[in-house]
C-alpha cells in the first residue's frame, strides 16, 4: 500500500507540473472549432463560480471537488479568494455542492487546491491528497474526512514531492503526463498526454515499474482522467483550444469536450463524445467524472457541470 501511496503522490506532481501549461503553447495549431453535443439533463452547478480543476467520486457517491486554482498564465475569476474543497453527494436529487471547513490549523488563507486523489483504508477512514501551491510553491496536502470537515494532518515537502518512501522513475518518453488514474482491476495505468493529444496505456508490474501496452490518439488535448468502477470505462475531460486556455477572451472562451471511452484495452476501443461546448456553457474542460448515469464536469477556472446521462 505505501507503494500505492507513493505512485499516487508522483502522479498527482507529473500531473502539474508548470511545464504541462507551458507546452500548450506549441499545441495551438490543434484547435479546432467544436461541435455542440449537450445530454438534455445538464445544468451549472450553483456555489462553484471559480473552478473545478479535479473531481473525485467515492463508491458511496460522495464528490469532492478542487476549486479557486490560481496558476501562472491562467485566468482566475477571484484572484484574491482562497481556493477551497466542495462536496457534493450524488445520491441526491438534485445534488448541490458546499465547501468543507477546514481543520487542525491549516492555513486556509493560502490554500490553492489543483488535483485531488481519494483513498479509503481498510477501516473505510477517507484520505484526501491534494496538490497544493501556496506562494507559487507546490505541495501536497494530506486531509482526512470526517462527518462535514477536512482534518488537516500532513504537508509534504520535497523537490520532487516525493512521498516519505521510494521513489523511482516508473516510465518515460510521454508527452507531458498528466492525467493518472488506475484500471478498476489495478493491473493498468491509464496516463493522459496532453501534447501528444493521446493515453497511455501502461501495464504495471508487481514492483510498480510500468512497460506500454498502447496508445490511443484522440486528437484533442487531454486533461484529467477518471475510471467508472462500475463499467471501467474512461472519462476524459479535454481542451479543444489550447490558446484560448492560455489567452482568455471573454467575447471567445475556450471550449470544452468530454471523451467517453469504452473497452480501451481492446484492438478497437469505443470514443464517443458525450459533451461538446464552445465556451456559451462550459470553459476549459479539465475532468468528467461519472457515478450511476450522473456526470460532473469541471474546469479550470469557470464553473462546473452536472448532467443525467
Known amino acids: 500500500m505505501a507503494k500505492l501511496l507513493a505512485l499516487t503522490a508522483l502522479g498527482l506532481v507529473l500531473a502539474f507540473l508548470g511545464e504541462r501549461f507551458m507546452v500548450y503553447r506549441l499545441q495551438t495549431k490543434f484547435s479546432y472549432q467544436v461541435n455542440p453535443i449537450e445530454p438534455p439533463g445538464c445544468y451549472l452547478i450553483e456555489g462553484l463560480e471559480n473552478g473545478s480543476e479535479d473531481i473525485d467520486i467515492l463508491p458511496s457517491g460522495l464528490a469532492f471537488i478542487s476549486?479557486?486554482?490560481?496558476?501562472?498564465?491562467?485566468?482566475?475569476?477571484?484572484?484574491?479568494k482562497p481556493g477551497e474543497i466542495f462536496l457534493m453527494d450524488l445520491n441526491?436529487?438534485?445534488?448541490?455542492?458546499?465547501?468543507?471547513?477546514i481543520k487542525n490549523?491549516?492555513?486556509?488563507?493560502?490554500?490553492?487546491?489543483?488535483?485531488?486523489?481519494?483513498?479509503?483504508?481498510?477501516?473505510n477512514a477517507v484520505y484526501l491528497y491534494v496538490?497544493?501551491?501556496?506562494?507559487k510553491k507546490s505541495t501536497v496536502e494530506i486531509?482526512?474526512?470526517?462527518?462535514?470537515?477536512?482534518?488537516?494532518?500532513?504537508?509534504?515537502?520535497?523537490?520532487?514531492?516525493?512521498s516519505p518512501g521510494e521513489v523511482k522513475e516508473v516510465a518515460n518518453g510521454l508527452g507531458s503526463a498528466n492525467g493518472i488514474m488506475l484500471?478498476?482491476?489495478k493491473k493498468y495505468v491509464y496516463v493522459a498526454a496532453v501534447t501528444s493529444q493521446s493515453i497511455h496505456v501502461m501495464k504495471r508490474h508487481d514492483n510498480w515499474n510500468l512497460t506500454q501496452e498502447k496508445v490511443l490518439h484522440l486528437g484533442t488535448l487531454v486533461d484529467n482522467l477518471s475510471v467508472d468502477p462500475a463499467t471501467s470505462d474512461v472519462w476524459a475531460g479535454c481542451h479543444p483550444n489550447g490558446l484560448k486556455l492560455l489567452k482568455y477572451d471573454p467575447a471567445d472562451p475556450p471550449g470544452s469536450e468530454v471523451l467517453?471511452?469504452?473497452?480501451?484495452?481492446?484492438?478497437?476501443?469505443?470514443?464517443?463524445?458525450?459533451?461538446?461546448?464552445?465556451?456559451?456553457?462550459?470553459?476549459?474542460?479539465?475532468?468528467?467524472?461519472?457515478y450511476h448515469q450522473k456526470m460532473l464536469v469541471g474546469r479550470v477556472f469557470h464553473k462546473a457541470l452536472y448532467c443525467d446521462l
Open 260 to 290: 467517453h471511452i469504452q473497452n480501451i484495452l481492446s484492438e478497437k476501443p469505443t470514443v464517443t463524445t458525450v459533451y461538446a461546448n464552445n465556451g456559451s456553457v462550459l470553459q476549459g474542460s479539465t475532468v468528467a467524472a461519472v
Open 105 to 123: 490549523g491549516f492555513d486556509v488563507q493560502s490554500f490553492n487546491p489543483h488535483g485531488i486523489s481519494t483513498f479509503i483504508d481498510k477501516d
Open 92 to 101: 441526491e436529487d438534485k445534488p448541490r455542492a458546499w465547501a468543507l471547513p
Open 67 to 80: 476549486t479557486g486554482l490560481k496558476y501562472p498564465g491562467l485566468h482566475s475569476f477571484a484572484p484574491d
Open 183 to 185: 484500471s478498476s482491476d
Open 131 to 135: 496538490v497544493n501551491h501556496p506562494q
Open 143 to 162: 486531509f482526512q474526512f470526517e462527518g462535514d470537515s477536512l482534518f488537516h494532518l500532513k504537508t509534504i515537502k520535497h523537490e520532487l514531492l516525493s
